[in-house]
Nanobody, 129 residues
Framework: QVQLVESGGGLVQPGGSLRLSCAASGVILDDVAIGWFRQAPGKGREGVLCKSANGGNIYYEDSVRGRFTISRDNAKNVLYLQMNNLKPEDTAVYYC??????????????????????WGQGTQVTISS
């Protein structure tokens, strides 16, 4: 059974940085596709990025490209979402999600939430001065 746990959220001023973590059990994170999503108050869940398994494609949404970066620690089985130059519109609950596929092109383009089976509980990110 795949379990995902996000952490690292908090309150940051505009222009600041945060690093979110997605820790996994029941699966090796490098062997699955990973999606990061976010949901702002009163809005639907939107994709942030999609990472294919085993060094495959990574797709960043236009709204975060150049500011957000995904990395991993294989020894800890943790993925990180480094978020820089944060803006008030980045305020949301952030979720990581996994889909058990080895397809290296799974994230050639954007994937919506229906493409992922396992979800974490989310972590709140608030950007405010």
């Amino acid at each position: 059974q795949v379990q995902l746990v996000e952490s690292g959220g908090g309150l940051v001023q505009p222009g600041g940085s945060l690093r979110l973590s997605c820790a996994a059990s029941g699966v090796i994170l490098d062997d699955v596709a990973i999606g990061w999503f976010r949901q702002a108050p009163g809005k639907g869940r939107e994709g942030v990025l999609c990472k294919s398994a085993n060094g495959g494609n990574i797709y960043y949404e236009d709204s975060v490209r150049g500011r957000f970066t995904i990395s991993r620690d294989n020894a800890k089985n943790v993925l990180y979402l480094q978020m820089n130059n944060l803006k008030p519109e980045d305020t949301a609950v952030y979720y990581c999600a996994a889909e058990e596929t080895l397809d290296p092109t799974y994230c050639f383009g954007p994937r919506d939430e229906r493409a992922f089976t396992s979800w974490g509980q989310g972590t709140q990110v608030t950007i405010s001065s």
